[in-house]
């Protein structure tokens, strides 16, 4: 028998009992959209979050920092990924020029955080603290200017200022308490400003620290794109070692080095290459973090969430197969004489044996294919209704095309397995007996 004769023959048998049939497709279609809806779900949660950091460019970003600095002693280590530890190293330009030559590093950004700067204009100051960066931060901290750009290369002593977009809102009048959130209106790098060093150690009787005022401006504001730049101050590295090499009596008691970073940021091309190169910035002394590396734990545990939901839906796929069974040996029942007929005309068992397996395939095949449409309806669905509502807008459904092959296979391999004993029990039939049976 010709294996277009066996489909044409299994649609037919199909077809004649449109209603069990119909009613089988449908146990299969519930059983296979349930596994792909469940699946689809933990990749979009997922697949969510992945997409909220890649638009911040957090994603291609390493935080590094030095356990020297950190430590109290020179003992500091590092810990490598399989948990042997390397000594830690100092974070100096030396440090940076061999991180930078690192391959797949596009820029490397030291950073030193100061507390004691305040920030004025007019009768305006900003709470917020300074953070020193050298000029190749533009691009590892993925800058967007609402406004201006860059450090200049010839600043001379004045202080350039880079503005997060949220930190305009800081600004009020000295001594208020009063924090409305809202910007007040200036003209942001036209504004004369004034970057304030306060000396604790030399404050007056009523603990008033003694000021040191240094010129500023305002060359840019950064846009907030979601992520952490838009919250900082930022002003050029170089000119703020001038300043502490000439007031090094004001930083004495503090933990800062002109000849060593706290911390730093760096660049990488790909987010495929992060772990990679995070790895071997620790293996220089470094020590590392990245979101990727967050990622990485957190796709492990979505695989467990997947298996999880995945399992759910299998139980209505092993109902499914039950029911295919089930379908198959009434089948059975019922063509009991047709079958004998066909072993008398000289009908090998194999063809009649894959004959039932074919209609069980099919059963499996259609049912999978309307299931995996009712699936993109029900991803639509939730989509629609959870982006709506905003709080939800991370959590949605997502198919891709490795769920859809697997869906259909999976349900068309149940239908085969589901059709394994009806067939065999069909083979087995006494064709002397399948003939005399009414």
């Known amino acids: 028998m010709r294996w277009t004769d066996l489909l044409r023959m299994s649609a037919q048998n199909l077809w004649r009992r449109k209603l069990r049939t119909i009613l089988t497709m449908v146990g299969v279609m519930i059983g296979t959209a349930s596994i792909v809806v469940m699946v689809s779900l933990g990749i979009g949660i997922n697949q969510g979050y992945i997409d909220s950091l890649s638009e911040t460019g957090e994603l291609t970003r390493i935080q590094i920092s030095s356990q020297l600095y950190w430590s109290s002693n020179n003992?500091?280590?590092?810990?490598?990924?399989?948990?042997?530890?390397?000594?830690?190293?100092?974070l100096d330009d030396t440090m940076i020029r061999k991180i930078s030559a690192l391959d797949h590093v596009e820029s490397v950004s030291p950073y030193m955080s100061f507390y004691n700067f305040q920030v004025r204009t007019g009768k305006l100051q900003s709470y917020y603290g300074l953070l020193?960066?050298?000029?190749?931060?533009?691009?590892?901290l993925n800058f967007e200017f609402k406004e201006g750009g860059g450090f200049s290369s010839?600043?001379?002593?004045?202080?350039?200022?880079?503005?997060?977009?949220?930190?305009?809102?800081?600004?009020?009048?000295?001594?208020?308490?009063?924090?409305?959130?809202?910007?007040?209106?200036?003209?942001?790098?036209?504004?004369?400003?004034?970057?304030v060093l306060q000396d604790y150690n030399n404050a007056d009787s009523d603990g008033n620290p003694k000021e040191y005022e240094f010129k500023a401006r305002v060359v840019g504001i950064v846009k907030d794109n979601g992520g952490d730049a838009a919250y900082n101050i930022y002003t050029n590295i170089d000119t703020m070692k001038r300043i502490i090499q000439k007031h090094k009596s004001v930083f004495k008691d503090q933990n800062i080095k002109t000849d060593q970073y706290e911390q730093g940021y760096v660049r990488v091309d790909d987010f495929n290459n992060v772990l990679d190169v995070q790895s071997q910035i620790k293996e220089?002394?470094?020590?590392?973090?990245?979101?990727?590396q967050m990622i990485q734990s957190m796709q492990q545990q979505s695989r467990s969430l997947q298996l999880m939901l995945g399992g759910i839906g299998a139980v209505a796929m092993l109902v499914a197969a039950i029911s295919i069974?089930?379908?198959?040996?009434?089948s059975i029942y019922e063509r009991t004489k047709e079958i004998g007929v066909m072993k008398v005309l000289g009908c090998r068992m194999s063809s009649i044996g894959a004959m039932f397996l074919c209609e069980a395939a099919i059963i499996g095949l259609v049912g999978g294919i309307v299931g995996l449409a009712f699936s993109y309806g029900i991803g639509?669905?939730?989509?629609m209704v959870l982006g709506a509502s905003g709080a939800y807008s991370s959590f949605r459904s997502v198919i891709p095309l490795w769920l859809c092959l697997v869906g259909l296979g999976f349900s068309t391999m149940v239908g085969v397995l589901a059709g394994l004993y009806p067939s065999q029990r069909a083979m087995r039939l006494s064709a002397l007996a399948a003939i005399r049976t009414e």
């Open 75 to 90: 003992n500091a280590v590092v810990y490598l990924d399989d948990e042997t530890t390397v000594k830690a190293q100092k």
């Open 132 to 140: 020193a960066v050298n000029s190749s931060a533009i691009k590892t």
């Open 154 to 195: 010839s600043a001379g002593e004045t202080l350039e200022l880079i503005l997060g977009e949220n930190t305009l809102a800081s600004f009020r009048k000295q001594g208020s308490q009063v924090w409305d959130n809202e910007a007040p209106d200036l003209d942001w790098l036209n504004e004369k400003f004034t970057v």
């Open 284 to 292: 220089l002394g470094i020590d590392a973090w990245s979101y990727a």
């Open 325 to 330: 069974a089930n379908t198959m040996l009434m």
């Open 380 to 383: 639509a669905v939730v989509n």
